[in-house]
């Protein structure tokens, strides 16, 4: 009765989709340039470097253009990765740019850019990170919105924290009558929703191999005043973070 109750109020609110995606984020201002910042893209050049959850093939054909020497652009949805190669090609970086579903076996470095709130399973992309990179490489990743953000459920943020006021059960009613592709949790929509926050991506990064060297909880700009430690998962907008692969493994650190 109460899915049913919340699914008529939905309709009532929203018949049809709305978008919050305009780009208007990154209004005369270079994505990469928000999302990583000057200085890691410099880190960048003249690198062999993945992006991991490539999608199109924006970023990758970007990151190619502002001097990395060679990017591998993976994701496991091969109409996407098709798409990308067309993309590349007309960019004129086809020559320095290849998409694949993985595994990748080496990189200088591993970019991630608005992916980590839609892999299934986050730990074990880290893991897959890892194991691409040798001693020293390094992860750039940087998503949002996170789930306590006001529109981290994307589609579902019909307003700021919808998400969190109506059901799971509720909100995927709602959305089937949108895109009826049999999704019956947020995990199974199209690009995956896992409701990552800020402290599960820390508490994930804990138990990975990497360490941490650098996070940045990035505030909503209009709302930076109120943006403190108790309030980064409501007020950040998005997170920018560093992981190293340690140049010595635990275990021989341990020994030494």
């Not at 609110?13 to 780009?23: D, F, L, Q, T, V």
């Not at 001097?67 to 004129?92: M, P, Y």
């Not at 006021?165 to 929509?189: H, K, M, Q, Y």
């Amino acid at each position: 009765m109460f899915t049913s109750l919340q699914y008529a109020l939905l309709k009532r609110i929203a018949p049809r989709e709305k978008g919050h995606c305009s780009g208007a984020a990154y209004k005369d201002r270079d994505k990469l340039d928000v999302l990583l910042g000057k200085q890691s893209l410099a880190d960048l050049r003249d690198k062999v470097v993945v992006d991991f959850g490539c999608g199109e093939g924006w970023e990758a054909i970007e990151l190619a253009r502002k001097g990395a020497k060679h990017v591998i652009g993976v994701d496991i949805r091969e109409n996407l990765l098709s798409r990308a190669r067309e993309h590349a090609a007309q960019a004129g970086v086809a020559d320095r740019c290849e998409f694949t579903p993985g595994p990748v076996r080496y990189a200088d470095v591993v970019v991630s850019v608005d992916a980590f709130e839609h892999f299934a399973n986050p730990g074990q992309v880290l893991d897959l990170m890892y194991e691409s990179l040798p001693p020293g490489g390094f992860v750039l990743a940087s998503f949002g919105p996170t789930w306590y953000h006001p529109y981290g459920g994307h589609l579902f943020s019909l307003f700021p924290w919808a998400h969190l006021v109506f059901s799971e059960s509720a909100l995927i009613r709602w959305r089937s009558d949108l895109r009826n592709d049999g999704a019956t949790r947020f995990r199974e929509v199209e690009g995956g929703l896992n409701q990552m926050t800020i402290a599960h991506f820390e508490r994930l990064v804990a138990a990975s191999s990497f360490q941490l060297d650098r996070l940045e909880a990035v505030p909503i700009r209009r709302l930076s005043g109120f943006h403190n430690r108790f309030t980064r998962e409501f007020l950040t907008s998005i997170v920018r973070a560093r992981l190293v692969k340690p140049l010595r493994s635990n275990a021989v650190q341990t020994a030494a």
